[in-house]
Structure formats: structure tokens, C-alpha cells
């Protein structure tokens, strides 16, 4: 298996299809045989196309052709979301999962707009100085690693929230998951690498050995998952209690014993997603819709554009010194006010409505000075009145209906611990709790009450599903991975688009920037420009170099009806569609 960055495919070929084991043939292959074009053995990355009716941008290529079949059986976005959802809980599991949780974005082509928020909740036992020691230092790595780092997972709740938009039945939508699981997938270079990198962990963190630590992992192997088949088979069987209760119910508390886990089985019972009202606000003649608390990321991009939209940008060039210290003074200013103030909304009185207003973006840029390196000491919150590891997915179906999803174990494979007989991940999402005031997070985010743990509290997030409509007509689907980047590479890939007319694949794969207020640092890409880093440097600000962050997939329409989609040059990111 090679990756050919020139045509940017990447040929994947099984080393036996044959070596399914007699076993596992019980299940018949319902999905698979209907759609012999998806062979799971044997699949391409395609980056960039454009499709006549839908489109999906995922992070792995079986998931988008699994959402792009759904839409081609005569399902709509929906059904092609949920899908793929289900999907990459299998075939990419350092992120895609059942044991985590998300914000699904929409708008429907009739102009309606939803929010639903599947992050997981604080569990009933939880308190707000549970990571700290009798001295009321942090434990290390206790919100991170095993399952006393999890929270509620909401995923499975998230999905069949979201079915009631959708058209075909949730039992064959969760089909294609249940064949990858049972039937096996080959794995990439990617996937190989990771697996054999957290084995130690895994066997650590987990009551039992797993799919994932049966052998040291190469490119090309087959990894089948049993146990996440039937897990996935009881959800098909029983909708929401097939997680929530009866078996996998048990098996997830049995864990729980493991590594000193709280989640008890009314926890799981009692789980609901939350319907969030989007955050909406227009910039340059297209409308941004995108997720409010308790995601950050809304908030964030309104700020950040609102801030730079009376600078001309477009006049200033792409990632050159001026419009990058532009963007980085709107970020420092941001990420400050996310630190301070953003939390759960049905926790804590998020001023959003003050934060995304015009006049306090004018506010906050008084004391901008162009060419002039800001200080993150003298910068602070405004004054208000009132593992790197997630993966994002976007669809536009035939009929004009737009899905943004971003999903998140947290961490990549998130707390390392496999749900033993149930076959899947648990996510540390405790840690975007400030588990500390002023203590930083995995991101080195820092944060205070607003985002203190409370049972039943949900986590503040960076996940930025974000959707774009000009003239009240649909126009893009995106979102990225990444942490705290999120944000960022979101504001940053509008900017591209719309600022500096970028085609989408432009706007995705440029080299990216991040400023988070506190380390007062400008992280770039290693194939950030060497002339802007420079001149940013003479300007006082302290410039970093950091590995590639984030996986920025999407779709747009074009002028002329074709959705084109994007996937990122970052990771294995693939395109498919009808
Ligand atoms: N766990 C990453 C985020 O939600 O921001």
C-alpha cells in the first residue's frame, strides 16, 4: 500500500479476502452484495469530485461511499450522516465512535435549521474537584486516561435524534457498520500505525484484550470486530435501549470497575440529546450558520470574522504578515472571552447574544494596532454584560439539505479503554472540563466556572459543524478535527473562500495558523510560509512550527448545481457521491 500524493490516491489492497473466518459468516451480507463497488478489501482515497445529486467528505473513504449509497437508495443528507456516522465507528476508530459524542448542524432545503448536541454529560457522581488530589493539585493524567475520564457517551442517542429527518430505516443505515465489523475492512498505513502505538494502552486501560490488540498491525491487514458487530446489532435490534441498557448497558459499567469509572446505568438510561438553537451571523454577503454552546467553535468564528471584517483583508494577501497578525489579534481576543466565558448554557449564562454583536467586536479590536505584535498579558477577556482528535463530516443531498457533523472521542482513541465484549472505545472528554481553574487541558486550553465539572453538565467543546448560504440558498457543508484548532482552521477556511477566493480543495489543504490567547504563541504549519513566519517574528510575535493539525472535509455547491467535495491532503480523507 502506498500513498501517491501526486494523484493523491491511495490504493489499498486486502491481503486476503479469503481469511474471513467461517464464524463470522452468520450475518449475511445484506449491504455489501447490494453494493459490490464499495469492496472493503479493496478501496481508493479520492480527494476531490464533483457529483451531480449528493455528496459526503468523511475522513475515510468507505464511510463517504456508504453515506453517498444511502442518498443513491433514496435516502436524503440524513440518512447518508447517520450512516457514515455508524460507519467510521468502525472503520476509523481512533475517532469515529458509538462511545463518545457530537453536535449534528443542519439546514434543511426548506431553510429550517438544526442543532442537535449528542456531547457526552458529566456523570451523576461526578464533582468538580474529582481530578484533584487531597491537596487540590491535579492528578495526572486521571481525566485523560481510562475509564474515569469518561463522559456519558451520546453518539448512539445523537444518531437516532437525528433519524427523525431522515427516510430510510435506522436498521439499514447501521447495516454497512455491522458488515465492516463482521466482515472485516483493510486497514491503512495510518490506522496501522495507531493501533500498534496505543497497544500498550489499550491492554493497560482495558479489562480485556481487544480486536485491536490481537497482533502488531501493518498496512493491508484485515481488522474484523466481532464484538462491535454485535454491539452494533443490538442497537440495530433495539434502537436506543440495544446501548443504553440491557447488555452493552452492563458491559460499559462492568468496565467502569476497571479504572475507577462513575458511569452508572442510570446515567446511561437517562441520557438525552439536546436541541440547541444555531448561531447564525452574516459576513460579506454570506450567511454563517454554525453550533452554539456548549460548542465553542460558533461563538468563536463570529468573533474572529466580525472582528476582521472592517480591515479588508482581501486586499492584504493570503497568509502573509498583514493578514495573518490581522487574524491572530481576532483569535487572541476570542480565545480570552472563550476562556472566561463560555460553558454549558444550561449551566452557566453564556452572553452570546453580547459576544457575537458587532459593537463588541468594535470593542475589542479598539486597541489593535496593525504591524503591531499584541500581548496576551495585556489582552484578557472582554468586559461582558450579560488528540487532536475528532473527525468531521459533511453532506449535500440532490434535494439541497446540508449535515455538518463533528464527533470526538476526544483524545485519538479517546481514554485507550475498549469496552470489554462490546468492542468499542470510551471517550476522555471529561478533560475539556477546566478540571482546574487556570490548569491546562490536553489543548492547553485554560478555563474557569463557566466550565467547571457539574453532574450532568456537558463539556465545553471546540467543534465548529459549520454550514454557509448566499441568498438563502445552500452553498457550503464544513468542519475539521483538531482540539482548540477547530476554531480556527473553520475561520480560517472561510476567510480562504471568501476573502481570498479559494476553490474549497484550495481552502482545506492551505497551510494553517493558530493562536488560542494562552501560550501567547503562533503555532504554523511546517509549510507555512518562510517570508510571513519572518516577518512575523520582526513584528514580536513568537512563532512556532507544529505538525499538521486538523482534517478539514467539505462540499459546496457550484454555480452550476454540482457538489464539489473536498478532503483534506492531511489525512485519508476521501470524497464520494452519485
Ligand atoms: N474534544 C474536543 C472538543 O470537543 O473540542
Redo the contacts with the bound molecule.
Keep these: 500500500m502506498k500513498l501517491n500524493t501526486s494523484k493523491t490516491t491511495l490504493s489499498i489492497i486486502a491481503l486476503s479476502i479469503l481469511s474471513i473466518s467461517t464464524s463470522t459468516q452468520a450475518h449475511a451480507q445484506n449491504f455489501l452484495k447490494k453494493h459490490p463497488q464499495i469492496n472493503p478489501y479493496q478501496y481508493e482515497v479520492v480527494k476531490e469530485k464533483a457529483f451531480d445529486h449528493g455528496a459526503v467528505t468523511s475522513a475515510h473513504p468507505l464511510a463517504s461511499m456508504v453515506g453517498a449509497a444511502m442518498m443513491q437508495e433514496g435516502g436524503n443528507a440524513f440518512d447518508a450522516a447517520i450512516a457514515t456516522q455508524f460507519s467510521l465507528a468502525v472503520v476509523f476508530p481512533g475517532a469515529g465512535n458509538i462511545g463518545g459524542g457530537g453536535f449534528m448542524l443542519a439546514r434543511k432545503a426548506n431553510g429550517e435549521i438544526l442543532g442537535i448536541d449528542y456531547r457526552e454529560a458529566a456523570p451523576s457522581k461526578a464533582n468538580r474537584d474529582m481530578y484533584l488530589d487531597e491537596k487540590g493539585n491535579v492528578i495526572p493524567g486521571k481525566s485523560r486516561d481510562g475509564a474515569s475520564a469518561s463522559g456519558i457517551p451520546g453518539s448512539v442517542a445523537g444518531m437516532i435524534s437525528t433519524h427523525t429527518y431522515a427516510k430510510l430505516p435506522l436498521a439499514v443505515l447501521i447495516e454497512p457498520a455491522i458488515e465492516f465489523a463482521e466482515f472485516g475492512y483493510v486497514i491503512t498505513e495510518k490506522e496501522a500505525k495507531g493501533l500498534n502505538s496505543e497497544k500498550a494502552n489499550f491492554l493497560k486501560n482495558s479489562s480485556a484484550a481487544s480486536a485491536f490488540t490481537q497482533k502488531e498491525w501493518k498496512a493491508g491487514d484485515t481488522l474484523y470486530q466481532p464484538e462491535l458487530a454485535a454491539t452494533l446489532k443490538r442497537i440495530q435490534k433495539n434502537g436506543l435501549a440495544g446501548f443504553y441498557e440491557g447488555a452493552t448497558a452492563d458491559m460499559i459499567v462492568k468496565e467502569m470497575e476497571h479504572s475507577a469509572g462513575i458511569i452508572t446505568k442510570e446515567d446511561l438510561k437517562n441520557y438525552k440529546p439536546k436541541f440547541r438553537k444555531p448561531l447564525e451571523f452574516d459576513y460579506k454577503g454570506h450567511h454563517i450558520i454554525s453550533f452554539a454552546p456548549p460548542s465553542s467553535g460558533g461563538i468563536l468564528i463570529a468573533q474572529m470574522m466580525k472582528m476582521i471584517a472592517p480591515f479588508g483583508i482581501e486586499k492584504m494577501g493570503y497568509n502573509t504578515e498583514a493578514s495573518v497578525s490581522l487574524m491572530v489579534e481576532a483569535q487572541r481576543r476570542a480565545y480570552a472571552d472563550r476562556a472566561e466565558h463560555m460553558g454549558d448554557p444550561d449551566y452557566w449564562k453564556v452572553p452570546t447574544k453580547t459576544l457575537i454583536s458587532d459593537a463588541y467586536a468594535a470593542d475589542r479590536m479598539k486597541d489593535y494596532q496593525p504591524g503591531v505584535a499584541g500581548s496576551s498579558k495585556i489582552t484578557q477577556a472582554g468586559q461582558v454584560h450579560e488528540s487532536e482528535q ?1 473527525t468531521h463530516f459533511s453532506v449535500i443531498d440532490g434535494e439541497g439539505n446540508m449535515v455538518a457533523i463533528t464527533t ?1 472521542l ?1 483524545d485519538t482513541y479517546g481514554n485507550k479503554t475498549i469496552v470489554a465484549g462490546a468492542g468499542f472505545l470510551l471517550n476522555n ?1 471529561m478533560d ?1 472540563f477546566s478540571v482546574k481553574p487556570g490548569v491546562p487541558n490536553m489543548y492547553g486550553a485554560i478555563g474557569g466556572e463557566a466550565n467547571s465539572i457539574q453532574p450532568g453538565k456537558r463539556m465545553l ?3 465548529t459543524p459549520t454550514l454557509v448560504t448566499v441568498n438563502n440558498k445552500p452553498y457550503i457543508s464544513i468542519g475539521s478535527p483538531g ?2 484548532t ?1 476554531p480556527n482552521q473553520v475561520y480560517e477556511g472561510l476567510v480562504n473562500i471568501i476573502d481570498h477566493k479559494m476553490t474549497l480543495k484550495e481552502a482545506v489543504d492551505g497551510p494553517r495558523f493558530h493562536h488560542q490567547w494562552i501560550p501567547d504563541v503562533v503555532a504554523v504549519e511546517a509549510d507555512f510560509p518562510e517570508a510571513t513566519v519572518n516577518a512575523l517574528k520582526e513584528k514580536g510575535y513568537t512563532v512556532t512550527k507544529r505538525g499538521r493539525f486538523g482534517r478539514m472535509d467539505g462540499v459546496q455547491i457550484l454555480p452550476n448545481g454540482k457538489r464539489t467535495a473536498a478532503g483534506d491532503k492531511r489525512g485519508d480523507d476521501s470524497v464520494a457521491g452519485y
Design positions: 475528532t470526538t476526544n472528554e475539556d467543546s471546540s467543534m482540539g482548540t477547530i
